[in-house]
Structure formats: C-alpha cells, structure tokens
C-alpha cells in the first residue's frame, strides 16, 4: 500500500473545469493501476476513471467525452481533468491506485468537488 495525496477539489459553476491531482508516496510502477473514485453522500463508491500503462483508459459512461485522466510516471501522479461539469459531478472524489503484482489497493483520502451555481 501506497499513500496517495489528492489536490485540486473545489466549487465551480455548472459548465466549469477542475482538474485534480494525485501524489503517490512511492514509486506506483506504470504497469499498474491509477485513477479514481467518486462517492455521493449517501451513495455507494463509483468507478470515474482508471489508466494502466499500455492500455487505453477507461471511463464511466457518465464522464467520458467530459473527463480526461492522465498519467506522469515519473512524478508517481495521476490527474484528472473533468470539464463541462454538471451538478451531478459533485461528489467526494478519491484518487486509488492498485498493484496489479500484490493486488493491494491504496485509497487518498479524498477531495470535496462541488458543481454549484
């Protein structure tokens, strides 16, 4: 397990952009899983995002054409760029990444993103 650090959470207007930020504290080797959750208060964890090195990312119908992950393997960080954002995009954001060796997860402790007018 991993310590992952999240930034980048805030309010914005319907419409608006975010993008958000997740620092490993070690090495997360590009074969292996990063990329995110999302959580509505009273709702279950649900997947937004995910990159492995050397596959195409993969999105939740609900984001894709809007959302953009990305990955900089050298920073051990991966980002998210959520555009055109609905109010349904609010959420508690959480960044996760997964040792496809150990199959140990690492969770951050999650970023508050409001879509609010």
């Known amino acids: 397990q991993v310590q992952l650090v999240e930034s980048g959470g805030g309010l914005v207007q319907p419409g608006g952009s975010l993008r958000l930020s997740c620092v490993a504290s070690?090495?997360?080797?590009?074969?292996?899983?990063m990329g995110w959750y999302r959580q509505v208060s009273g709702k279950e964890r649900e997947f937004v995002a995910s990159r492995i090195g050397g596959r195409d990312p993969r999105y939740a119908a609900s984001v894709e054409g809007r959302f953009t992950i990305s990955r900089d393997n050298a920073k051990n960080a991966v980002y998210l760029q959520m555009n055109s954002l609905k109010p349904e995009d609010t959420a508690v954001y959480y960044c996760h990444a997964r040792d496809l060796s150990s199959r140990i997860d690492s969770w951050g402790q999650g970023t508050q993103d409001t879509v609010s007018s």
């Open positions: 070690d090495r997360v080797g590009s074969t292996n899983l």
